[in-house]
């Protein structure tokens, strides 16, 4: 680990102009590409104070060993420059994003003699017009086809056609009148291009003025009394708008947009872009990537257009570009655009309308992309065993921790506390073991307090299973209970997480302590910084951001802190609700439900005798005196008053069959 001082730039070396830096590990490799409007003011922002640094900063300054930069005149300059030397480099610790799967496009070849329409997938080439991307190749099929009847364009391959024009026999497409068939010369190169041409044209949006030709040419023929003419153009019509349908509108003013939403946790960032050509939706595509730089909202909207239009030019850059939030040179980034199209491109954040509705469903698509990615993640088996050994490393433990628990502590200001324990074996949620705990010992805040209660009762649970089965032995005045209830907490977890630092993993250690356990290991994972804490130890465990291992140790934290949460709410609404027919012993719901049922309200069973609840069925005469004395000892209700005239309301209404929540 490198001391960033041993490299620091000497002062006055650095140009306070815009430009491109690279910092480099000590085998030369480039590990970061950034830009900057002023170089000496960003290149100072990392060689101060480590502790004052974002984790991943502090890394990445840890890990180089020297840094160089160039000089730009231009912030488009720099950023064209940075894009190019991130693509170069690869660098580790910039943000790469990757397709979450290889979307296919529709392609049309105009490099060569006769233009081909085909299915393409993988990086673009030059001299090829791409429509797209589709979700699915079957889409652009269904879409090829419909369009080959009226622009009947060669489809086959190079070896299909060279195969054909031997023969002097056109392929079956060229029989059907779906491909204008020119292997065997029924068109010249020219009018195939032309097909082609209009083909590109009708994909790219420009639909109204060809149907508009077409329904012409249809009353034309029709009037000629070609009949056959009008019918074949009347059918070329229709497949073109059964073409056009498969693509929703979404704006009625033909808008060419791009729309690019994110969704993000701490640790990965999932892009959504909807390609909208025409007022429709052409196009879609998504990119899933590790967080491995500190970097906000806009950074990441930055590195994804630089992604999405680094090697675009023309009409492949659209007009508009919607996005959440602006990058912080977004002037220069919407000329760098500019430039790539040829003419002005507008980058904002949509306010209101329909643009602001679709944007929302294309942050709905990406929040749905990033949480498919990590349940494929979480279910891969290969996967959660590197999780699990790179665990095991890390914490210095002699095996894989194939069985974890997890401990979170949940109150309101120091009401209703709570505790969970949620378990993963092998790497994967186990809810039926899932265990939750009222803290009992004290009442308030405490926190440490609270995780050791929690954990000694979880392991004292454990202790007395032990006893049982005569695996431990007992101390002096302890016996084994035998209660019936199933063995809950019969397995031991070879690893327990605790959600908080030093304090919370100190007190579970001393929990295990006092009950002489000594075969568990303990670790805490700080939420702030997504640290692990190991006990006795002055400083935490760094694992990376890309670590499998610190992804598991995250999802085993946050759903004990949903379980932890649920619990504590359930809990505050139940006693909310209370009434004072709770507190009566040996009352359950049903019967409260039929007191409440039979006299109408809590205030008429307040007033009643004894004997008059003696006759609600399955009221005894014990319970009854126990419901009329915990009725004599609530404070009633205020009466009710119409506020418009300000009359008592008396309560003579009777309550619904299900009223229990009357309760007062």
Same mark, same amino acid.
């Given at each position: 680990?490198?001391?960033?001082?041993?490299?620091?730039?000497?002062?006055?070396?650095?140009?306070?102009?815009?430009?491109?830096?690279?910092?480099?590990?000590?085998?030369?490799?480039?590990?970061?590409?950034?830009?900057?409007?002023?170089?000496?003011?960003?290149?100072?922002?990392?060689?101060?104070?480590?502790?004052?640094?974002?984790?991943?900063?502090?890394?990445?300054?840890?890990?180089?060993?020297?840094?160089?930069?160039?000089?730009?005149?231009?912030?488009?300059?720099?950023?064209?420059?940075?894009?190019?030397?991130?693509?170069?480099?690869?660098?580790?610790?910039?943000?790469?994003?990757?397709?979450?799967?290889?979307?296919?496009?529709?392609?049309?070849?105009?490099?060569?003699?006769?233009?081909?329409?085909?299915?393409?997938?993988?990086?673009?080439?030059?001299?090829?017009?791409?429509?797209?991307?589709?979700?699915?190749?079957?889409?652009?099929?269904?879409?090829?086809?419909?369009?080959?009847?009226?622009?009947?364009?060669?489809?086959?391959?190079?070896?299909?056609?060279?195969?054909?024009?031997?023969?002097?026999?056109?392929?079956?497409?060229?029989?059907?009148?779906?491909?204008?068939?020119?292997?065997?010369?029924?068109?010249?190169?020219?009018?195939?291009?032309?097909?082609?041409?209009?083909?590109?044209?009708?994909?790219?949006?420009?639909?109204?003025?060809?149907?508009?030709?077409?329904?012409?040419?249809?009353?034309?023929?029709?009037?000629?009394?070609?009949?056959?003419?009008?019918?074949?153009?009347?059918?070329?019509?229709?497949?073109?708008?059964?073409?056009?349908?498969?693509? /929703?509108?979404?704006?009625?003013?033909?808008?060419?947009?791009?729309?690019?939403?994110?969704?993000?946790?701490?640790?990965?960032?999932?892009?959504?872009?909807?390609?909208?050509?025409?007022?429709?939706?052409?196009?879609?595509?998504?990119?899933?990537?590790?967080?491995?730089?500190?970097?906000?909202?806009?950074?990441?909207?930055?590195? /994804?257009?630089?992604?999405?239009?680094?090697?675009?030019?023309?009409?492949?850059?659209?007009?508009?570009?919607?996005?959440?939030?602006?990058?912080?040179?977004?002037?220069?980034?919407?000329?760098?655009?500019?430039?790539?199209?040829?003419?002005?491109?507008?980058?904002?954040?949509?306010?209101?309308?329909?643009?602001?509705?679709?944007?929302?469903?294309?942050?709905?698509?990406?929040?749905?992309?990033?949480?498919?990615?990590?349940?494929?993640?979480?279910?891969?088996?290969?996967?959660?065993?590197?999780?699990?050994?790179?665990?095991?490393?890390?914490?210095?433990?002699?095996?894989?921790?194939?069985?974890?628990?997890?401990?979170?502590?949940?109150?309101?200001?120091?009401?209703?506390?709570?505790?969970?324990?949620?378990?993963?074996?092998?790497?994967?949620?186990?809810?039926?073991?899932?265990?939750?705990?009222?803290?009992?010992?004290?009442?308030?805040?405490?926190?440490?307090?609270?995780?050791?209660?929690?954990?000694?009762?979880?392991?004292?649970?454990?202790?007395?299973?032990?006893?049982?089965?005569?695996?431990?032995?007992?101390?002096?005045?302890?016996?084994?209970?035998?209660?019936?209830?199933?063995?809950?907490?019969?397995?031991?977890?070879?690893?327990?997480?605790?959600?908080?630092?030093?304090?919370?993993?100190?007190?579970?250690?001393?929990?295990?302590?006092?009950?002489?356990?000594?075969?568990?290991?303990?670790?805490?994972?700080?939420?702030?910084?997504?640290?692990?804490?190991?006990?006795?130890?002055?400083?935490?465990?760094?694992?990376?951001?890309?670590?499998?291992?610190?992804?598991?140790?995250?999802?085993?934290?946050?759903?004990?802190?949903?379980?932890?949460?649920?619990?504590?709410?359930?809990?505050?609404?139940?006693?909310?609700?209370?009434?004072?027919?709770?507190?009566?012993?040996?009352?359950?719901?049903?019967?409260?439900?039929?007191?409440?049922?039979?006299?109408?309200?809590?205030?008429?069973?307040?007033?009643?005798?004894?004997?008059?609840?003696?006759?609600?069925?399955?009221?005894?005469?014990?319970?009854?005196?126990?419901?009329?004395?915990?009725?004599?000892?609530?404070?009633?209700?205020?009466?009710?008053?119409?506020?418009?005239?300000?009359?008592?309301?008396?309560?003579?209404?009777?309550?619904?069959?299900?009223?229990?929540?009357?309760?007062?």
């Amino acid at each position: 680990m490198a001391d960033p001082s041993s490299y620091r730039p000497k002062p006055g070396q650095v140009p306070d102009s815009p430009g491109v830096y690279r910092f480099r590990d000590e085998h030369r490799r480039v590990i970061y590409v950034g830009k900057a409007k002023s170089l000496r003011q960003r290149l100072a922002s990392y060689f101060q104070d480590i502790a004052g640094l974002h984790p991943r900063t502090a890394t990445m300054v840890t890990t180089a060993a020297s840094v160089e930069w160039t000089v730009v005149s231009t912030e488009v300059e720099a950023l064209q420059l940075e894009y190019s030397w991130i693509k170069e480099f690869d660098p580790r610790f910039n943000v790469k994003y990757r397709d979450d799967k290889s979307y296919p496009s529709l392609a049309v070849t105009m490099d060569e003699e006769f233009p081909r329409v085909q299915v393409m997938r993988g990086p673009k080439k030059r001299g090829v017009r791409y429509f797209g991307p589709y979700g699915h190749a079957w889409a652009i099929r269904e879409t090829v086809d419909l369009m080959l009847r009226v622009f009947p364009v060669r489809t086959c391959s190079a070896g299909v056609f060279k195969r054909s024009a031997q023969i002097g026999r056109p392929c079956l497409l060229g029989y059907i009148g779906k491909c204008s068939a020119p292997c065997v010369g029924r068109v010249t190169p020219e009018e195939h291009r032309e097909l082609a041409e209009d083909f590109c044209d009708f994909m790219a949006g420009r639909t109204g003025t060809y149907l508009s030709r077409l329904e012409k040419q249809m009353h034309e023929a029709a009037e000629e009394m070609e009949y056959e003419k009008a019918a074949r153009l009347r059918d070329d019509i229709g497949a073109l708008r059964r073409a056009m349908e498969k693509n /929703a509108v979404v704006f009625t003013d033909a808008t060419d947009a791009d729309l690019v939403a994110v969704a993000e946790d701490e640790l990965e960032a999932a892009v959504q872009i909807f390609h909208v050509r025409g007022g429709r939706v052409r196009g879609q595509r998504g990119w899933v990537t590790d967080k491995v730089e500190a970097v906000d909202t806009a950074g990441l909207v930055e590195h /994804a257009l630089q992604q999405l239009y680094g090697e675009e030019t023309g009409e492949s850059v659209p007009k508009e570009v919607l996005v959440p939030a602006l990058p912080e040179d977004a002037p220069a980034l919407s000329q760098w655009l500019a430039e790539r199209r040829g003419s002005a491109v507008s980058l904002r954040i949509p306010q209101r309308g329909d643009k602001k509705a679709l944007m929302e469903t294309v942050h709905r698509n990406a929040q749905q992309s990033l949480a498919l990615h990590k349940t494929k993640r979480a279910s891969d088996l290969t996967t959660r065993s590197r999780a699990l050994e790179e665990i095991a490393e890390a914490l210095e433990l002699d095996s894989a921790p194939l069985r974890i628990e997890c401990f979170d502590i949940s109150h309101l200001q120091g009401d209703d506390v709570v505790a969970s324990m949620v378990v993963f074996e092998d790497g994967l949620a186990r809810k039926s073991e899932y265990r939750r705990f009222q803290i009992k010992s004290f009442e308030g805040q405490d926190d440490v307090r609270s995780m050791h209660e929690v954990v000694s009762r979880r392991f004292r649970r454990y202790l007395q299973e032990k006893l049982k089965t005569g695996e431990w032995e007992a101390q002096e005045g302890e016996e084994p209970e035998d209660d019936g209830r199933p063995k809950r907490f019969a397995y031991p977890p070879q690893l327990v997480v605790v959600d908080g630092g030093q304090p919370q993993v100190a007190a579970a250690k001393r929990a295990l302590e006092e009950l002489g356990v000594d075969d568990v290991a303990v670790c805490g994972l700080a939420k702030r910084l997504e640290e692990v804490w190991l006990p006795g130890e002055d400083d935490p465990v760094v694992l990376p951001r890309t670590s499998e291992g610190l992804y598991l140790l995250q999802r085993v934290r946050d759903e004990a802190h949903r379980f932890a949460i649920q619990y504590q709410r359930n809990k505050r609404g139940k006693r909310l609700k209370a009434g004072p027919l709770d507190e009566v012993p040996g009352l359950g719901e049903s019967r409260r439900l039929a007191l409440v049922k039979h006299f109408g309200s809590v205030k008429k069973l307040r007033q009643a005798t004894i004997d008059q609840i003696c006759e609600v069925p399955g009221i005894g005469r014990k319970t009854a005196e126990a419901v009329a004395a915990a009725l004599a000892g609530a404070v009633p209700a205020g009466p009710a008053v119409n506020t418009a005239t300000g009359e008592i309301i008396e309560d003579e209404n009777p309550a619904p069959a299900g009223g229990a929540g009357s309760q007062r």
